[in-house]
């Protein structure tokens, strides 16, 4: 049996969304919450079932899981639901914007009652977890990623909460550091709403560096480590 998914958010990102899990014959895109009454018009798959809140999907049906790619301002009480419902769930970041609902989520994702994850979908490439295994074996000195892409693409969210996340993200995985660093964050681009970041900090004696935002001419993700003799990955 394929497990009935509601995808909340109906933007050009749901779009993908929607193209992947019908993609795959485990899982069934049932339900789709959708704000949006112009893009309400263009779904024609009737098997689908279209609500206007996650309120009101939830009134008539309970998802076996929930992809969250709408507006991130509504991530958290959309989290705290699918928690209580035992919902499992798959959020786009950026999860939240207030570090006191993240401490929440966070905490109730240790209770694990149900599953919640990330969309990272990188941190899991079997490239990416070669190299993993690769760069322990020696001395790391410093480590350098240039990640982004050209845009805007989302609209009223700052790349930095945008592609920013992602590079944080894959040096937490590697390094599995939980502690809140000192980050020196310098924005060297700054046009509207076209933005480019460098920011810096350093765990341990290694120094790390990240080059994010929307100024690229094409989408990047390109990670560096740094070793002794000057050699690098």
């Excluded at 989520?105 to 599953?115: D, S």
């Excluded at 480019?196 to 004696?205: H, L, M, R, S, T």
Aim: glycine residues 4%; aromatic residues 14%; positive net charge.
């Amino acid at each position: 049996m394929s497990v009935k998914i509601g995808v909340i958010g109906c933007g050009p990102w749901s779009e993908v969304i929607q193209k992947c899990i019908k993609n795959n014959p485990n899982y069934e895109l049932r339900y789709l919450v959708c704000r949006n009454e112009s893009r309400l018009k263009n779904i024609k798959n009737k098997k689908i079932l279209v609500y206007k809140s996650f309120k009101e999907l939830l009134s008539e049906y309970i998802p076996d899981a929930i992809f969250v790619c709408g507006d991130p301002r509504t991530n958290y009480s959309i989290i705290k639901k699918a928690h209580d419902l035992n919902i499992n769930c798959i959020i786009e970041k950026p999860i939240c914007f207030s570090p006191n609902h993240f401490r929440e989520i966070k905490r109730l994702h240790k209770l694990k009652k149900n599953k919640l994850f990330v969309n990272l979908p990188n941190l899991n490439d079997e490239k990416f977890l070669k190299l993993k295994k690769i760069v322990f074996k020696r001395k790391i000195l410093k480590v350098n990623i240039i990640e982004g892409s050209m845009g805007p693409f989302r609209k009223n969210i700052d790349p930095i909460w945008d592609w920013g996340t992602h590079p944080l993200t894959t040096l937490y995985y590697f390094f599995n550091f939980e502690n809140t660093y000192n980050y020196k964050i310098k924005k060297i681009i700054n046009r509207n709403e076209i933005k480019v970041y460098n920011i810096k900090f350093k765990y341990e004696d290694i120094h790390l560096k990240i080059l994010t935002g929307n100024y690229f001419k094409s989408k990047k993700r390109i990670i560096k480590f740094f070793f002794n003799n000057n050699d690098f990955i």
